[in-house]
């Protein structure tokens, strides 16, 4: 049973940091697309960005582009997001997800159907 576990999430202020992790327990990790998305209260899930399975290759939506970084360590299976430059329009749950039947990285990773597997989600909160 695939599980991931996110983490990192808390209470920052605007302009302020974070780093979030995705602790996965699929296998083998190295060959999966990996996504994060978001959702903010009475809004629909949002694409934020996502990352090859080499870690080589990232997509991100535009708002985040710039401030927002997706990284992956193969070794230790977990998924990074560094986000900087935050601001209160970032609030909201973000939640890791991998797709066993997405191979390549771009428009079509911004998807949620796409991902097969998701995490319980980590609050983010930005205060003004």
């Known amino acids: 049973q695939v599980q991931l576990v996110e983490s990192g999430g808390g209470l920052v202020q605007a302009g302020g940091s974070l780093r979030l992790s995705c602790a996965a327990s699929v296998r083998p990790f190295s060959r999966y697309v990996m996504g994060w998305f978001r959702q903010a209260p009475g809004k629909e899930r949002e694409f934020v960005g996502a990352?090859?399975?080499?870690?080589?290759?990232?997509y991100y939506t535009d708002s985040v582009k710039g401030r927002f970084t997706i990284s992956k360590d193969n070794a230790k299976n977990t998924l990074y997001l560094q986000m900087n430059s935050l601001n209160p329009e970032d609030t909201a749950v973000y939640y890791c997800a991998v797709s066993s039947v997405l191979h390549t990285i771009g428009a079509i990773t911004a998807t949620a159907e796409k991902y097969d597997y998701w995490g319980q989600g980590t609050q983010v909160t930005v205060s003004s």
């Open positions: 990352i090859s399975w080499s870690g080589g290759s990232m």
